[in-house]
């Protein structure tokens, strides 16, 4: 039996166990049917989103259909025969779990693919790179430095995936100019990934776990574009400049200088210059949303308008967006979803007694679950299965008001989420820069855990900082 047979098997014997046992055996008590088969979907979710034993947005899509047969109120006769019996449970509006596919978050996603796929199709991006790394000249500790700031600023508005593509092809032929030994090369290809999995922090769609994490800041919790830049950018920024000195100590170069040679001009064509107009309008909505009113998912639709009115986003190109990634957020929308109208979550979270916890202690223990578990799968994925259960904890704990309840433990989970990148399979972004054979994995990790370690600190300094401040 291969490993993948063996993986896919696992991941559905395991549910499948779950869902024929009695629910008497489970240890939450009064179960009801519909969260008894929540539980057996989650963690089927689970499985194959820590093994992969299938493409991560096809489990999302799988568990979608599966909760639309298992515990809607469309689901097949065979399965809903017992509605009539004692604590059944309430079947979820098949409305609801299909709707996950054109939530506000994954309009917001689309706004900014949209924005991603012109800048590149018109070198917005690249003519970019070229003019700002000018200013750094040609050491390469300053070069290492520019290429950090631009990679962490494009990964706030771009895929941490694109953005990583494309700053590692700017990087190629920079490399030659290092000796084979050289420990700068193992530097300057590292800072890529590095730089994109920090520059994500920065915005709410700079990474899906940010904007899953709106989902659940709602009402007098919800936290808008520039808010969160607001102390994302200075996290963001704090961080990078740690890497950037972690990365010159432990591989200093041998090399003094370097010469880049990026060509290429900004195109001034009409449809180039309703591109740029457009990425400028569209990010300074986002930025000012508490000036003009205008939500940032509504602003996010603007750019999806202009670029399919004026042809800058073909037919063509609307196939090369990243559909995996908003069917993958989409799936751990409808878990959340199934979690929290089933009563699941906030069963689970009452049969513990996390009142008599020290809220330090909650915190601390669901940031450092979220990074040990995003070090080893998607962050995306670890983000999808824990902030449902996260939110309800943040609900009901009342310990937790004072620190500023689940606003603070839905932040630090989310941004910790985000810090596990010590291996080639935590982030795509690590994964390409391993790929080019200058990498080891010794290399990433030592960086990686280092960094995940300090930005952990540096999450808890920030969300005290929020509340002292009154923003929590």
Not at 163 to 190: C, N
Request: aromatic share 10%; charged share 10%; glycine share 8%.
């Amino acid at each position: 039996m291969n490993n993948k047979l063996a993986k896919i098997i696992t991941s559905l014997t395991v549910p499948l166990i779950i869902l024929i046992i009695p629910k008497d055996w489970l240890p939450i008590e009064n179960v009801s049917t519909i969260e008894h088969r929540v539980i057996a979907l989650f963690f089927m979710a689970a499985l194959l989103w820590i093994t992969e034993a299938i493409p991560i947005y096809a489990t999302s899509i799988l568990i979608i259909v599966l909760q639309l047969i298992t515990i809607s109120s469309t689901g097949i006769n065979i399965l809903i025969e017992g509605a009539g019996e004692n604590n059944f449970g309430e079947l979820l509006p098949y409305k609801e779990i299909m709707g996950t596919f054109s939530s506000p978050i994954i309009l917001l996603f689309l706004g900014g693919f949209f924005l991603a796929m012109a800048s590149t199709k018109y070198r917005l991006d690249q003519n970019l790179a070229r003019v700002l790394l000018k200013p750094f000249g040609n050491r390469p500790a300053y070069i290492m430095m520019g290429l950090m700031m631009i990679t962490a600023v494009f990964s706030m508005f771009m895929s941490n995936t694109a953005t990583t593509a494309m700053m590692l092809s700017i990087v190629a032929p920079v490399l030659l100019y290092f000796e084979d030994r050289d420990p700068g090369k193992i530097a300057l290809a590292l800072c890529i990934p590095l730089a994109a999995n920090i520059g994500g922090l920065g915005t709410p769609i700079g990474t899906p776990p940010n904007a899953l994490a709106l989902k659940y800041l709602t009402g007098k919790d919800s936290i808008g574009f520039g808010q969160w830049m607001s102390f994302g950018a200075p996290f963001v920024i704090t961080l990078l400049t740690i890497a950037w000195f972690l990365l010159m100590r432990l591989f200093p170069s041998r090399t003094t200088e370097i010469k880049l040679d990026i060509k290429g001009e900004f195109s001034k064509t009409p449809k180039a210059m309703i591109v740029y107009i457009t990425f400028v309008l569209t990010i300074l909505l986002w930025l000012f949303d508490f000036v003009h009113g205008v939500n940032s998912y509504t602003v996010a639709m603007i750019p999806v308008a202009i670029f399919l009115t004026f042809n800058i986003i073909t037919k063509e190109d609307l196939k090369k967006i990243n559909w995996d990634v908003l069917w993958l957020v989409s799936g751990g929308i409808a878990l959340g979803l199934a979690l929290g109208k089933s009563g699941l979550a906030a069963h689970v979270v009452a049969s513990i007694p996390f009142n008599s916890f020290s809220p330090f202690v909650i915190i601390a223990l669901a940031a450092l679950l979220a990074i040990v578990m995003a070090n080893f799968m998607s962050n995306t994925a670890t983000a999808n299965l824990l902030l449902p259960i996260i939110a309800t904890i943040g609900a009901s704990v009342e310990s937790l008001d004072p620190l500023g309840g689940s606003k603070m433990l839905i932040l630090g989970t989310t941004l910790a989420a985000s810090l596990g990148m010590a291996l080639p399979i935590s982030t795509p972004p690590n994964a390409l820069a391993h790929a080019t054979g200058v990498i080891e994995t010794r290399d990433m990790m030592k960086v990686g855990i280092v960094i995940g370690l300090i930005g952990l600190i540096l999450v808890f300094a920030t969300l005290f900082t929020l509340k002292l401040i009154g923003f929590l």
